[in-house]
């Protein structure tokens, strides 16, 4: 089984392991609400988002699971403060994301005009449906 899964850039900065296409990892998924990456990446492509990594909700009862990384695409997008707001917020433009091949994925990018990494879109298949000898990270 195919699943797709949200890595916030800042998880990996913070207290993550750098993982690659082939890789076979242990991640924390938490099921998202595709609603929350809209603005990030667009309708089409959050509607196919099933979970997000997450080093930090052990205490929220979440199981580690084993995946094998199928795909990896940097996400960049632009951000900007809302006109006619008085905040000093920052949010994504919609309609602005940037999708960018990686083999390898270690919480930093490279510099793109005009937008900022956010994170990454990985597509992986659940261990139980990988071949056994596959190299892991992440135990």
Same mark, same amino acid.
């Given at each position: 089984?195919?699943?797709?899964?949200?890595?916030?850039?800042?998880?990996?900065?913070?207290?993550?392991?750098?993982?690659?296409?082939?890789?076979?990892?242990?991640?924390?998924?938490?099921?998202?609400?595709?609603?929350?990456?809209?603005?990030?990446?667009?309708?089409?492509?959050?509607?196919?988002?099933?979970?997000?990594?997450?080093?930090?909700?052990?205490?929220?009862?979440?199981?580690?699971?084993? #995946?094998?990384? #199928?795909?990896?695409?940097?996400?960049?997008?632009?951000?900007?403060?809302? @006109?006619?707001?008085?905040?000093?917020?920052?949010? *994504?433009? @919609?309609?602005?994301?940037? #999708?960018?091949?990686?083999?390898?994925?270690?919480?930093?990018?490279?510099?793109? @005009?005009?937008?900022?990494?956010?994170?990454? #879109?990985?597509?992986?298949?659940?261990?139980?449906?990988? *071949?056994?000898?596959?190299?892991?990270?992440?135990?």
């Amino acid at each position: 089984m195919t699943v797709t899964v949200w890595v916030d850039d800042w998880q990996i900065q913070c207290c993550g392991q750098s993982f690659a296409t082939g890789d076979v990892v242990s991640w924390n998924l938490l099921q998202v609400d595709p609603e929350d990456y809209v603005d990030i990446v667009g309708s089409q492509r959050a509607s196919g988002i099933d979970f997000r990594e997450e080093h930090h909700g052990q205490d929220q009862g979440c199981a580690a699971t084993w #995946l094998e990384v #199928l795909t990896i695409a940097e996400v960049h997008c632009q951000y900007e403060v809302p @006109p006619g707001s008085t905040a000093n917020h920052y949010y *994504p433009v @919609p309609g602005t994301a940037v #999708l960018v091949p990686a083999e390898e994925a270690d919480g930093w990018a490279e510099a793109r @005009p005009d937008v900022r990494f956010v994170g990454y #879109l990985v597509t992986a298949r659940r261990a139980a449906d990988v *071949p056994k000898g596959t190299a892991t990270r992440g135990q």
